[in-house]
T-cell receptor
Framework: QKEVEQNSGPLSVPEGAIASLNCTYS??????FFWYRQYSGKSPELIMS????GDKEDGRFTAQLNKASQYVSLLIRDSQPSDSATYLC???????????FGSGTRLLVRP | DVKVTQSSRYLVKRTGEKVFLECVQD?????MFWYRQDPGLGLRLIYF???????EKGDIPEGYSVSREKKERFSLILESASTNQTSMYLC????????????FGPGTRLTVL
């Protein structure tokens, strides 16, 4: 079992729809959770961080964390073609400097 | 804004050459990381550093070494480049005040011929 699992996709949604990206992790001691967006040929860009159970909203993005079920999700409202990218989930522990990255989900937003 | 810069966007080297990749961050971050990213293999950690002159091996350190003489600068060295080291190399920094988020530089696409 991978430490951080994501569906590779592609997840295809029409413009204006809500895109829902999911991530599960295996380490119950994980305490920090991040979503990165990576455009083709570019480096990952941090778009959301979440540390406690519940929802965190930032503009069109909402991160949701459920530690009991060991999953974290990213919702993108009013999806735009410019949101088409690979989204990486990353998980960390306070006791470690390292992050464990998922392999990413490719999102395609159709005009 | 956090700024992480890398010395080159594209680099072409020959097999056996010694290659230096440099990374500089301007946010006084304690931690710096080197990853490589290959299609189908995701991000793999090569080395990281949690303080000046301190380093730890990541998941794939073979064929690489690192140097951190100043807090803001972290170098990755390929002692004798090989074709299987052709990859995208990503530097990241982070870890201030107990938060372990990481910020990435633009990446260096290295081709070894």
């Amino acid at each position: 079992q991978k430490e951080v699992e994501q569906n590779s996709g592609p997840l295809s949604v029409p413009e204006g729809a809500i895109a829902s990206l999911n991530c599960t992790y295996s380490d119950r001691g994980s305490q920090s959770f991040f979503w990165y967006r990576q455009y083709s040929g570019k480096s990952p860009e941090l778009i959301m961080s979440i540390y406690s159970n519940g929802d965190k909203e930032d503009g069109r993005f909402t991160a949701q964390l459920n530690k009991a079920s060991q999953y974290v999700s990213l919702l993108i409202r009013d999806s735009q073609p410019s949101d088409s990218a690979t989204y990486l989930c990353a998980v960390g522990r306070d006791s470690s400097y390292k992050l464990i990255f998922g392999s990413g989900t490719r999102l395609l937003v159709r005009p | 804004d956090v700024k992480v810069t890398q010395s080159s966007r594209y680099l072409v080297k020959r097999t056996g050459e010694k290659v230096f990749l440099e990374c500089v961050q301007d946010m006084d971050h304690e931690n710096m990381f080197w990853y490589r990213q290959d299609p189908g293999l995701g991000l793999r950690l090569i080395y990281f550093s949690y303080d000046v002159k301190m380093k730890e091996k990541g998941d794939i350190p073979e064929g690489y070494s690192v140097s951190r003489e100043k807090k803001e600068r972290f170098s990755l060295i390929l002692e004798s480049a090989s074709t299987n080291q052709t990859s995208m190399y990503l530097c990241a920094s982070g870890g201030t005040s107990g938060r372990n988020e990481q910020f990435f530089g633009p990446g260096t696409r290295l081709t070894v011929l």
